[in-house]
């Protein structure tokens, strides 16, 4: 069996998005083979960090970038940094712009509608943490090429300063028509806890702040079945909740996608 490609590439910009968050983008050298569809993932590794047994330490991440930015020559992925007993995301961590991340892959069938496939009525993502890596990805994705579906966010943390890509997100609330936000904190509150539409005429996207766990807001939030497709990603016991909402709601099971970590 030939063994799997590994790429190599630069780390050239570290986004610090919160206090333990940090995105990498990874340059590619053009011309470079690696491809992937919105939503996979990547094994990482760094070149000499190696375990017990002398293997490469190799961790799983979703890209968090789009294909239409490989297109530009480069992916990121967006890492939490565990803290004690995080092996891999702890030295990461610690990278500077310039060293080599090797990458191989793509993995896994949690996978953006292609945008020549029939399309939803509207695309709705929950997400919880850092489960909004790779629902980020998608998002651009849709956004880049253009697809005119109304898009809805659900998106839950624990405090106001675990907010990732807030200002990405809140700053499509203000040009994307049809894009509808809505946060939610489990932990702390807003400085304002309102909701709105950006546009005088609403017609530009709409924005609501919560407080509460996004699996218990379900049902204030989703109030009818449509064929929308529905992405989630998070821990698995909000990903199991939020999936057995949806179908409990009768969303049809083909419509409904998940990826936990
Ligand atoms: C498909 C997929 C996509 C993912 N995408 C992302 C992503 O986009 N962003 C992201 O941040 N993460 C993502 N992850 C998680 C990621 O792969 C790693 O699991 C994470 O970064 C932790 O790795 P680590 O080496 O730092 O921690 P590890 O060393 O693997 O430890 C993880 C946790 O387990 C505990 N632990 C380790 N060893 C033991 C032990 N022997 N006994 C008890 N507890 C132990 C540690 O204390 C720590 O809390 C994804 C995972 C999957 C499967």
Redesign the pocket.
């Known amino acids: 069996m030939a063994g799997r490609e590994v790429f190599k590439t630069t780390l050239t910009e570290i986004i610090q998005e919160t206090p333990r968050?940090r995105t990498f983008r990874l340059a590619l050298p053009s011309g470079s083979p690696f491809s992937f569809k919105a939503g996979q993932?990547v094994m990482a590794s760094i070149p000499d960090f190696l375990n017990q047994k002398g293997r490469p330490?190799r961790?799983?991440?979703?890209?968090?970038s789009s294909p239409k930015d490989l297109e530009k020559g480069y992916l990121e992925?967006?890492?939490?940094?565990?803290?004690?007993?995080?092996?891999?995301?702890?030295?990461?961590h610690e990278a500077r712009p310039g060293d080599t991340i090797l990458i191989d892959g793509p993995?896994?069938a949690?996978v953006l509608q292609g945008q020549n496939e029939p399309q939803p009525s509207r695309y709705v993502f929950v997400a919880s943490g850092?489960?909004i890596?790779?629902l980020r990805g998608m998002i651009r994705t849709i956004l880049l090429e253009g697809r005119n579906v109304p898009i809805e966010l659900l998106y839950g943390f624990r405090h106001r300063s675990d907010y990732i890509y807030e200002r990405e997100l809140s700053g499509y609330v203000g040009t994307v028509p049809d894009f509808t936000l809505v946060t939610s904190l489990s932990q702390g509150t807003f400085s304002t806890l309102d909701d709105g539409a950006s546009g005088k005429d609403g017609s530009f996207g709409r924005w609501k702040r919560l407080v509460g766990r996004i699996t218990t807001l379900l049902p204030d939030l989703v109030h009818e079945v449509s064929d929308a497709k529905v992405y989630i990603c998070g821990p698995p016991e909000m990903v199991a909740q939020t999936d057995s909402f949806f179908r409990e709601t009768g969303f049809p099971e083909g419509s409904v996608h998940k990826?936990?970590?």
């Not at 961790?59 to 968090?64: G, L, N, T």
């Not at 992925?77 to 990461?92: A, M």
């Open positions: 968050v993932f330490v961790r799983a991440y979703s890209v968090a992925l967006t890492i939490t940094r565990v803290g004690e007993g995080g092996f891999f995301s702890n030295k990461i993995y896994g949690f850092s489960g890596a790779p990826e936990q970590w």
